[in-house]
């Protein structure tokens, strides 16, 4: 496990490096969670479901994960 130093701002927030973002595919947007073992802090990527779902459903609802979302919002709208 390789270690990265990052630094805690006044407001609690942490940057975190691009190489790091890069290797963990975490994008604006990308939700995480955050859990804590003993002393250690864990990150974890969580994938969006709309992402899955958009890659079961090819041109079921939608050609990508935008699309499906829009069909998921316009179903909402309807109720």
């Given at each position: 496990?390789?270690?990265?130093?990052?630094?805690?701002?006044?407001?609690?927030?942490?940057?975190?490096?691009a190489r790091l973002r890069k290797e963990m595919n975490i994008k604006a947007g990308t939700k995480v969670l955050?859990?804590?073992?003993?002393?250690?802090?864990?990150?974890?990527?969580?994938?969006?479901?709309?992402?899955?779902?958009?890659?079961?459903?090819?041109?079921?609802?939608?050609?990508?994960?935008?699309?499906?979302?829009?069909?998921?919002?316009?179903?909402?709208?309807?109720?």
């Amino acid at each position: 496990m390789e270690t990265i130093n990052a630094t805690v701002s006044s407001r609690g927030y942490i940057v975190l490096p691009a190489r790091l973002r890069k290797e963990m595919n975490i994008k604006a947007g990308t939700k995480v969670l955050l859990s804590r073992e003993e002393n250690k802090s864990i990150l974890q990527p969580v994938s969006s479901f709309t992402r899955k779902l958009a890659g079961l459903t090819v041109q079921s609802f939608g050609a990508n994960p935008d699309e499906v979302e829009k069909f998921i919002d316009r179903e909402r709208e309807e109720r």
